[in-house]
């Protein structure tokens, strides 16, 4: 963000037009360079909204917490999936919280809750605020407001490269005296490029109108404030019946219709362990009894989203897991494919992204497999591809949202403002079991090496894992 800003507040002020008055340097109270992380937050704020919708809340119950990934490498305990849901939710919340209360110190002070956010935020989150005057999200607003953002971004960097080339080129003349010489050869006319860039700098000028540019500390605060509030009471509505630590949620107007829904879809599948006492339910509550009451309850959800010793996050290993598990389904389809050529460079690399403990695993079982390895025939290289294959069919998915996760958290910096919902941590692989994981994977790694091997035996050419 610092280089980019350098080079904003450099082009804004040199090679301008004659006659024109450059005003972003004015003390106009305005967001200027802050816009794209003003939009960021704001990207933020509306993926969130998106993540907590009807739709997604029933995804998350009916599909994402029941795959076969999802409950063998993570967890079968509904309670403590929803748990983490929630904390990765709150935690999401709270880091764009922070960002409004910054830009809050820039307010002049005509809005109120832009001025008192952060104490409006911590006093909601501690049950001391009536919510019921809060719940304003002007979602389209905020939406119109991030793409226009986007593209003025985008345009600003093209008008960077012009100005560049501007000022390179006046450099050049500019070291030159006496007879000016021939005219170098220039990929686009004089002409042309002053006009190309005169329009390039109505572009900008243009958005910058549209955009947050130009819009006040204060519209854009209060705008950001109130998603916030109602963003955190929409997640105290969707769990606080099955997540203790949330204040309770009285003053929703819809709170009874959106909560009975949700109770409906979760009832709708087949009961987990049950306990005599649910985890902060009432005992006349309709809602189905979760397992596993030995949960730690309390409000530091940042502790709740500490990978535990045993699983792959707090080993180091998740990218590069996902990455394993990814390059083997490329294998598996370059072998179907018969892109032999492809899977021998294919296969070293994904050796080499192994650590040592993982390729021992590896090595070991197939130590063990050729101590009796047994017909090698066409049947036996087919159900060396069906094992994989079925490994692939719950590994992969989580593999993927392993990686979709990390690059959606790389967005923001990329000033790539994607507003859809988003992956949570508790379909990644960063919650893993780290020996479930390292099990499944060694075992599709010598599914894989034994049926490389065939392809590789049966067209005479004998090369070993």
């Not at 980019?4 to 340097?25: Q, Y």
């Not at 967890?75 to 709150?90: G, H």
């Not at 243009?206 to 819009?215: G, V």
């Not at 919902?421 to 990644?428: A, E, I, K």
Request: hydrophobic letters at 40%.
């Amino acid at each position: 963000m610092v280089v980019f800003a350098k080079s904003w507040l450099a082009s804004s002020h040199v090679n301008h037009e004659p006659g024109t008055i450059d005003r972003d340097f004015k003390p106009s109270g305005k967001l200027g360079i802050l816009s794209f992380e003003a939009a960021a937050t704001m990207s933020q704020l509306v993926s969130l909204h998106q993540s907590l919708s009807d739709a997604q809340i029933s995804k998350l119950r009916s599909d994402t917490m029941r795959t076969q990934g999802v409950a063998y490498l993570n967890s079968k305990d509904q309670a403590f999936l929803l748990r983490l849901a929630c904390a990765e939710l709150i935690e999401e919340l709270d880091r764009a919280a922070d960002t409004i209360s910054r830009f809050s110190l820039r307010c002049d002070g005509t809005a109120s809750l832009a001025r008192d956010f952060a104490s409006v935020y911590a006093n909601l989150k501690s049950g001391l605020t009536d919510i019921g005057k809060l719940v304003h999200l002007k979602l389209k607003k905020m939406e119109k407001l991030i793409v226009a953002t986007a593209k003025l971004s985008a345009e600003m960097e093209a008008l960077d490269e012009l100005e560049a080339s501007e000022r390179k080129m006046e450099k050049f003349w500019g070291r030159l005296s006496g007879p000016i010489p021939k005219q170098p050869q220039l990929p686009v006319a004089p002409d042309d490029f002053r006009l190309e860039l005169k329009t390039q700098r109505q572009i900008v000028r243009r958005l910058k109108e549209e955009s947050l540019w130009n819009k006040s500390f204060d519209k854009a605060v209060t705008l950001m404030a109130k998603s916030a509030c109602a963003i955190f009471i929409r997640i105290c509505t969707v769990f606080g019946p099955f997540v203790s630590g949330l204040p309770a949620v009285h003053h929703v107007l819809d709170h009874n219709r959106t909560l009975s829904r949700f109770r409906v879809k979760f009832s709708s599948g087949p009961i987990m362990e049950r306990r005599d006492i649910p985890i902060n339910i009432p005992l006349s509550s309709s809602c189905p009894i979760f397992g596993s009451t030995d949960i730690k309850l309390g409000t530091n959800w940042k502790e709740i989203l500490e990978a535990p010793p045993d699983t792959i996050g707090a080993a180091g290993l998740t990218l590069r897991y996902a990455n394993v598990i990814l390059t083997a389904e490329r294998l598996l389809k370059m072998e179907a494919e018969g892109r032999e050529d492809e899977v021998a460079a294919e296969r070293e690399e994904m050796y080499n992204m192994l650590p040592v403990a993982l390729k021992t695993i590896v090595r070991s079982k197939l130590r063990d497999w050729w101590k009796n390895p047994g017909p090698l025939d066409q049947n036996l290289a087919e159900g060396w591809k069906e094992a994989a294959g079925s490994i692939l069919a719950w590994l992969s998915p989580v593999a993927r949202d392993t990686d979709r996760w990390y690059n959606e958290r790389s967005m923001d910096r990329k000033r790539q403002f994607v507003t859809g919902p988003r992956v949570l941590m508790l379909h990644t692989l960063h919650m893993s079991n780290k020996v479930k994981v390292e099990a499944a994977i060694a075992e599709l790694l010598v599914g894989l090496s034994c049926l490389c091997w065939y392809e590789e035996h049966r067209q005479g050419s004998l090369r070993f894992f």
